[in-house]
């Protein structure tokens, strides 16, 4: 269903891959160290009303490694708007994951005429962090970075059988492609990441409808993170989905694509 393709823009190779059709166009943005190819369970779906695009974020996938281009938040932004200036995408419907979601938002809010709707998946809508919390963030990272590389010399076999038992509910697809996706990250990403701007000023500058889906239990976003961004926006609706983390569409996919799908159809015209 989906053909794999690269493009050059912003300064390097973007990989991406889509469905086509004359349908109107849906970009899925992939969380840090997941690629494009983990969305598949749910752009299936997708795919069948919408034609769906599916970039690898700089570092990740099958796109340019960052030793040479760097990675930052606002490059990772307009990343996705050269490749959407280059696809010569009618204002797309942008759903981004975590990492993907803040790129999304920043997309929204410095490049509002080329978003048609913005849904956010359990986005770091985070207070700014404190020297202290930005330490404890940087000694985080370098562990996690360690604790992935030591993951990468594991078999995909492996690596799935163990996020399985921890995370149950997920699909064996859903571990497939996120195992997969793990072995193709390149690890510089975690010494290159750098602040995340001040979330309530982007999500004031964002003109169109937005969707934000968080879940109930292990979330970045909750109640009153939902309430605080509702009143920033113009136009929007915040929807909790049960039994679900951080990644709600693989924790309950028929409830995370029914909630996506019934936002599309009232919302996103082209």
């Not at 050059?8 to 970009?27: C, F």
């Not at 099958?62 to 708007?81: K, M, P, T, W, Y």
């Not at 594991?154 to 195992?179: F, N």
């Not at 690890?187 to 999500?203: E, G, K």
Request: hydrophobic share 45%; proline share 6%; with cysteine.
């Amino acid at each position: 269903m989906f053909t794999s393709n690269t493009l050059q823009a912003n300064g390097l190779t973007q990989h991406y891959y889509r469905s086509g059709g004359a349908k109107l166009p849906l970009v899925l943005l992939h969380g840090f160290t997941d690629d494009g190819s983990c969305w598949f369970p749910v752009a299936e779906v997708l795919a069948q009303d919408y034609d769906v695009i599916l970039p690898d974020a700089r570092g990740h996938g099958q796109s340019s490694r960052i030793a040479d281009i760097g990675f930052d938040n606002e490059a990772l932004a307009e990343d996705v708007a050269a490749l959407i200036s280059a696809l010569k995408l009618n204002r797309p419907a942008v759903l981004g994951h975590s990492m993907g979601s803040f790129t999304a938002l920043i997309l929204a809010a410095k490049h509002p005429e080329l978003v048609g709707c913005l849904l956010l998946e359990d986005p770091p809508l985070a207070p700014p962090p404190t020297p202290e919390m930005e330490a404890a963030r940087g000694t985080g990272m370098q562990q996690w970075a360690d604790n992935l590389r030591r993951m990468q010399g594991q078999s995909l076999e492996e690596l799935a059988a163990g996020e399985g038992q921890r995370s149950p509910r997920w699909s064996a697809a859903e571990l497939q492609y996120w195992a997969a996706a793990l072995q193709r990250v390149d690890l510089d990403v975690f010494a290159a990441r750098s602040p995340r701007p001040v979330w309530q000023a982007l999500m004031q500058q964002v003109a169109c409808p937005v969707l934000l889906l968080y879940g109930d239990n292990h979330t970045l976003v909750d109640d009153s993170i939902a309430q605080e961004a509702a009143a920033l926006w113009k136009d929007g609706q915040a929807v909790q989905i049960a039994d679900a983390g951080h990644s709600i569409r693989r924790d309950n996919a028929p409830d995370y694509l029914e909630a996506v799908s019934a936002f599309l159809s009232e919302h996103y015209a082209g």
